[in-house]
């Protein structure tokens, strides 16, 4: 760890932040895991009480069947070395249907306004 | 396409020579035995309803307006009996029931049907309906804005609309609860104690479950038989290993992933049996920053298949809100929800994919459709909170009239709440801070 002897101020706070060869500070790390915990605790509680997760999932609680089901697949190459576990744009569990939103607005609306 | 080459696992290989593509796998694909009717029914647009097509009258009970009276003994006093879920008779306690709303199979639904309630509503038509009663002879006037039943003033005999009128008060079905109201209180009353620690202190002092009401909500109920197609990209992964990336103490290790990519093509016959969207434009705005009609949507679905055919006698000791949408505005919503079950079937179909699929281009053809209405039980418990800046918010609390699910939106004691959220975060700044120094 470095103690700074510089007087406090903007330029040896960012000297300070700044990257270099020594290890994380773990009071940085302590600080931003609380800030988040803090965060995820009023979200939590946020949803709960104002159920803003709550929907009717239609597209599986809708009695619905197949029939005669085809499909067509063709090798067109391979993408090596991505870094995402998904590949980029996946959208096959997306639901547009849904008519539920807001509920971050909601929240922040609800902060602003109690 | 050129000829494709065999399929990867687990999908069962084709004959590779095919120059058409091969069948889809095996899995989830059909949950009905296979039908002919594809060969024959091509995707076509929907189209407008002819007379003949057009569903019968579902006026039951009497058959007709007037008085709706017990098989047995005649009598016009008829209520829901909820625990049998039978219409009885105050007179005679006989009982019966409207008979349960069939619907055509699905596989032979062709263009556009409508139930002859579900048809276009007429601003202008009257909500006032008068009927000569049929006992006394007195006029009497059901206002359908407010309720489809009235008592004549002089025999006291009660007077039901099950005619369908074209201003959105009389369903084509009607579900009829099955919770008692104190079956609804404890539910709601038992989803309100689990969350009182950040209740909103006014309505901790004012909630009581003896407020809920059982109300009949209109709902569009819409059986679909179309041809899904879907074509996108999808990725198999064949690789994942570890890199190290950084130098010196930051060193750490990192996945990459290696991949095969396809171009994906997916099809096929879709059966939707009761998709329910309300019927009513109010309930339709689910914006959660301005309202909680999220929590009406949330306690569906309800067993559609238990309907009955509309008689007003259910209705007796119950409000009911009658329809405002027709069928038109509702096309939208319908399309794209019948879209995304679609979707959600496909992925039974697309298992290889470890990865995901990109879908580019996703088509649904109707080959015909049926909508309905209905009223569908909610028992209901509302709270106007009112913020320090005048600010109004209406939450509801749901219990679904047949299944029980219970949802709500309790308000928050948001200073209790953001009082204990916000330590854990000054807490972390004051860290942060302190590792400048340290």
């Known amino acids: 760890m470095n103690i700074l002897t510089f007087p406090t101020g903007l330029s040896s706070t960012v000297l300070a932040l700044a990257p270099n060869t020594a290890s994380i500070n773990p009071l940085l790390v302590a600080g931003i895991v609380l800030i988040a915990i803090g965060i995820a605790y009023f979200a939590a509680k946020y949803r709960r009480y104002r159920a803003t997760g709550e929907r009717h999932f239609f597209e599986r609680e809708t009695k619905s069947a197949i029939e005669h089901p085809q499909g067509a697949d063709r090798l067109e190459g391979s993408r090596n070395g991505q870094r995402n576990e998904s590949m980029d744009g996946r959208n096959d569990h997306e639901v547009d249907g849904a008519l539920a939103k807001g509920g971050l607005k909601g929240a922040l609306n609800d902060i602003v306004h109690h | ?438």
């Open chain 2, 1 to 438: 396409m050129t000829t494709p080459p065999a399929p990867p696992e687990p999908q069962p290989a084709g004959d590779a020579t095919q120059a058409t593509p091969p069948s889809a796998p095996a899995g989830p694909a059909s949950d009905t035995p296979s039908q002919d009717a594809p060969a024959q029914a091509q995707a076509q647009p929907a189209q407008p309803i002819t007379e003949q097509q057009q569903a019968h009258a579902t006026g039951i009970g009497s058959g007709a307006s007037g008085i709706g009276k017990c098989p047995n003994c005649g009598s016009s006093d008829v209520a829901l009996d909820i625990p049998s879920g039978e219409l009885r008779c105050n007179y005679c306690r006989g009982r019966f029931s409207a008979p349960i709303y069939q619907d055509r199979d699905i596989h032979e639904l062709r263009g556009l049907e409508v139930g002859s309630a579900a048809g276009d509503i007429i601003p202008s038509a009257d909500v006032l309906v008068t009927f000569k009663c049929p006992a006394c002879g007195a006029e009497v006037v059901v206002d359908t804005a407010h309720a489809l039943q009235a008592r004549c003033h002089w025999c006291r005999n009660t007077l039901s609309v099950n005619e369908q009128i074209p201003n959105g008060a009389v369903p084509d079905a009607i579900l009829p609860f099955r919770l008692t109201k104190e079956q609804a209180q404890a539910k709601i009353q038992e989803y309100v104690d689990k969350r009182k620690f950040f209740a909103n202190r006014r309505f901790l002092q004012e909630f009581t479950a003896d407020n809920v009401i059982g109300v009949y909500l209109p709902y569009m109920v819409v059986d679909s038989f179309c041809h899904a197609a879907f074509q996108g990209e999808g990725e198999h992964e064949t690789r994942r290993y570890y890199v190290t990336v950084g130098s010196g103490n930051s060193q750490h290790e990192e996945a990459r992933y290696d991949a095969d990519v396809y171009a994906v093509a997916r099809e096929f016959d879709l059966l939707v049996d009761d998709l329910t969207v309300e019927a009513k434009a109010e309930y339709l705005d689910q914006d959660m920053s301005r309202n909680t009609n999220n929590i009406i949507n949330a306690i569906m679905p309800f067993p559609t298949e238990q309907a009955v055919h509309f008689d007003a006698n259910y209705l007796r000791g119950f409000n009911c809100e009658k329809r405002d949408a027709n069928i038109e505005e509702l096309r939208p919503l319908v399309e794209t929800q019948t879209r995304d079950i679609a979707r959600y079937r496909a992925t039974g179909l697309i298992d290889f994919y470890d990865r995901g699929v990109r879908w580019e281009q996703t088509t649904v053809q109707p080959y015909g459709e049926k909508w309905k209405t209905a009223y569908l039980p909610v028992w209901l418990y509302s709270y106007l909170e009112t913020k320090k800046d005048g600010q109004k918010l209406l939450h509801y609390v749901a219990c679904n009239g047949v299944t029980g699910e219970t949802v709500g939106s309790v308000p928050l004691h948001m200073s209790k709440l953001l009082g204990i959220a916000v330590l854990p975060v000054i807490l972390g700044l004051a860290c942060m801070v302190a590792s400048i120094f340290i």
